[in-house]
């Protein structure tokens, strides 16, 4: 017989949901120790999927609390879960991963993910077979709760999934996947892809059958309307660019036309997976042969994109402003104590070590320490100028000039940034302009923006070997002078630009 809840102990479980999003800490606490007295009932597990599939009644984020409580709980300890409470929630997981909220199919998704991590993908043969049948609905919340899960599964098991164990289920995955490219639908498009994609990388066998299909189906897609769609597009041609060049050299001047539309995106997210392509571009030895005919184009748009976009001058609002009457808080002035990658990663999990702070040794804003499209355009320039040396210059120079003396500071602040990205690959052409160049750096080491100030510290040490090579009055003697006064900068971000 099915297993039903007893009432009293749903009610008592709904209040706890209830009370675990409550704000007041000692709420928090009383409910953290009446999980643990529940976790001691085997069944607690059963109430808790119950509310999330069944308990259509209560509000959407009690649901998915429960089940995400339920997460958990498999996390720690599934393997002690009696087989009638693990089937019970399998079951459930399948009978209602098309629930109308697209909050509840998500938990519902991460939960068999979660199950399925736990060596469960063997134990519940099934779980596969089903989900890719399910993709056949002609329901929508079906189709796509499904392909939600199946994403996540691809995300946390791609290498079994490609293994003799599960008895290859991609060669039926892959083909299944690659249908579902033309679907109406852009979110179950978007799922395809992303799914396709955890596999590029490990040249799955399965894909590697398919591949021309799938090239010619992300051709398909190059101008789809969805951004999440045509972010997956880009990121699947920047991975194959890295392991199956060979296929896309044929195509490769309409890729590079397409990407180059794709870097100037309006969704930033596109136009930085977009920027990513110009990065592995730089590293293939045919970068030379087949970019050299596009860097006319590709350069203005790198150069654009080292701007600070709007966000990042909302997120760097005290530097904008200047924060010389802000007090240090405690985290800007405790000791650091700089260790190299290798000495702060631990030796078996090669996480970071949480108190440690790691010296990038970054360029300049650290403050924004997610990878964007400033940052990555600074990179392909800087990898591209090593590629291409001084051939880059004749792209550059004209458009230097209009930047380093523009009178809008977010201009003047990103041509500083060019400047410094070329340093290393363009330094030999760059020694005739030095003599008028490292003056006009020095001076911004004064501007009125703590922005500007911290970039010029940043890329005149780019240039510092040239500077020490010159008679130390011309350069050495005023660049030393300001610096030192930037130590004592009221910006904390321009002391910490100086001293570097």
């Not at 293994?163 to 639908?185: A, E, G, T, Y």
């Not at 990663?345 to 090669?350: C, I, M, V, Y």
């Not at 008679?471 to 660049?479: A, N, Q, R, T």
Request: one cysteine or more; proline letters at 6%; glycine letters at 4%.
């Amino acid at each position: 017989m099915e297993w039903q809840p007893d009432e009293q102990g749903l009610q008592q479980v709904l209040q706890l949901l209830k009370d675990s999003q409550s704000p007041n800490t000692v709420t928090q606490r009383a409910v953290q120790q009446k999980l643990e007295q529940l976790n001691q009932f085997p069944d607690f597990n059963n109430y808790l999927i119950f509310v999330l599939t069944r308990l259509k009644t209560e509000d959407e984020p009690t649901r998915s609390l429960s089940g995400l409580i339920l997460k958990n709980n498999v996390k720690a300890h599934y393997q002690n879960f009696p087989p009638a409470v693990a089937d019970f929630i399998k079951k459930e997981c399948l009978n209602s991963i098309g629930d109308p909220s697209p909050l509840i199919r998500a938990t519902i998704g991460i939960l068999i993910t979660t199950i399925a991590s736990k060596g469960e993908l063997q134990a519940w043969p099934e779980l596969l077979p089903q989900l890719c049948n399910l993709l056949n609905s002609e329901d929508y919340n079906t189709c796509e709760g499904s392909f939600g899960a199946l994403q996540k599964i691809c995300e946390d098991s791609s290498e079994l999934l490609d293994s003799d164990v599960l008895n290859r289920p991609l060669n039926i995955m892959i083909p299944k996947f690659l249908q579902f490219f033309k679907h109406c639908s852009p979110k179950i498009r978007s799922h395809a892809i992303a799914c396709v994609n955890q596999f590029i990388i490990g040249r799955a066998q399965a894909l590697m059958d398919n591949i021309d299909t799938f090239i010619e189906s992300l051709f398909a897609l190059a101008a789809d309307e969805d951004c999440e769609v045509r972010k997956n597009v880009c990121r699947a041609l920047v991975m194959l660019l890295e392991v199956r060049v060979d296929r896309l050299i044929p195509h490769m001047h309409s890729i590079i036309q397409y990407m180059l539309q794709r870097t100037q995106d309006p969704d930033e997210n596109v136009a930085l997976e977009a920027c990513e392509f110009w990065l592995t571009l730089a590293e293939q030895p045919i970068c030379k042969e087949v970019l050299s005919g596009h860097l006319v184009q590709l350069i203005p748009i790198l150069v654009n994109g080292m701007k600070y976009s709007e966000i990042d001058i909302i997120l760097l609002k005290g530097d904008v402003e200047e924060d010389e009457a802000v007090p240090d808080s405690e985290q800007d002035i405790k000791p650091r104590f700089h260790k190299s990658r290798t000495v702060t990663l631990q030796h078996e999990g090669g996480e970071a070590e949480e108190d440690e702070d790691i010296d990038d040794d970054d360029d300049d804003d650290d403050t924004l320490s997610d990878w964007n499209l400033r940052k990555c355009s600074a990179a392909a320039l800087d990898v591209l100028a090593n590629v291409f040396r001084d051939e880059l210059l004749p792209h550059l120079l004209p458009l230097l000039k209009g930047l380093l003396f523009h009178p809008d500071w977010v201009v003047k602040e990103s041509g500083i940034l060019v400047l410094g990205a070329i340093a290393e690959g363009c330094m030999q052409g760059m020694v005739p302009y030095l003599p008028e160049l490292i003056p006009h750096l020095i001076q911004c080491l004064c501007d009125k923006k703590a922005l500007v100030r911290s970039i010029a510290c940043w890329t005149l040490s780019r240039y510092a070997h040239w500077v020490v090579s010159q008679p130390p009055d011309s350069y050495l003697k005023p660049l030393m002078t300001e610096l030192l006064k930037r130590i004592l900068d009221g910006n904390k971000r321009v002391q910490e630009a100086a001293c570097r």
